[in-house]
């Protein structure tokens, strides 16, 4: 799966990406740059330790999957 970057929180390392089905809360499990719009892709629907790709930046990324199928206003409450 494909998913664009909607919403970024470099400082506790969380990112929000719109997928088919809704947003997307996954947390970093490094430093990673990653910037609105950037394309990640891989298994963006299940929760927990995933490896996924910025397909911007070329980058493979370990990150925890918060939440999946989130509203917006669930997002940003995962993004705090």
Same mark, same amino acid.
């Given at each position: 799966? %494909? =998913? %664009?970057?909607?919403?970024?929180?470099?400082?506790?390392?969380? #990112? =929000? +990406? =719109? @997928?088919?089905?809704? #947003? @997307? $809360?996954? !947390?970093?499990?490094?430093?990673? &740059?990653?910037?609105?719009?950037?394309? #990640?892709?891989?298994?963006? !629907?299940?929760?927990?330790? &995933? $490896? +996924? $790709?910025?397909? @911007?930046?070329?980058? *493979?990324? !370990?990150?925890? #999957?918060? /939440? +999946? /199928?989130? @509203? =917006? &206003?669930?997002? *940003?409450?995962?993004? *705090?």
């Amino acid at each position: 799966m %494909r =998913a %664009r970057v909607v919403d970024v929180n470099l400082r506790r390392g969380f #990112i =929000a +990406v =719109a @997928t088919s089905g809704g #947003i @997307t $809360v996954m !947390e970093f499990l490094g430093g990673y &740059e990653v910037e609105m719009e950037d394309v #990640i892709s891989g298994d963006l !629907e299940s929760l927990g330790g &995933e $490896v +996924v $790709v910025n397909e @911007t930046r070329g980058e *493979k990324m !370990e990150v925890y #999957i918060q /939440d +999946v /199928d989130c @509203t =917006a &206003e669930h997002a *940003k409450e995962l993004m *705090k």
